[in-house]
């Protein structure tokens, strides 16, 4: 019975793999050019808040800026690659014992 589960979750668990390298590769390109963009909405709010005096523009660009900075957007989707590359070493830990 044990043979016939790790011969079941074996091509999950190559997909799995498969998946969180491609989502790895497109996740550290996504983060290159959030954080061009994380620049140009921290330039554009700084400039509408000093510059033109829109207080509310300003907060609101500053707001956007941080959440597709590294620490927003960008955070959350490597925590889940993370679980899911935790979830394929289980599942090929238990594949290959």
């Known amino acids: 019975m044990r043979i016939i589960l790790k011969i079941l979750a074996f091509p999950v668990a190559a ?10 590769f497109l996740n550290g390109i996504a983060g290159t ?6 620049s140009l909405f921290v330039l554009c709010a700084l400039f509408s808040l000093f510059v033109q005096g829109d207080t509310a523009w300003g907060i609101r660009g500053l707001v956007t800026a941080f959440c597709i900075s590294p620490v927003g957007l960008p955070l959350l989707a490597e925590l889940l690659l993370d679980g899911l590359g935790g979830l394929c070493g289980s599942m090929w830990g ?3 014992a």
């Open 33 to 38: 050019i959030l954080n061009i963009l994380c």
């Open 94 to 96: 238990y594949i290959m």
């Open 15 to 24: 997909a799995l793999s498969l998946a969180v390298a491609v989502l790895s």
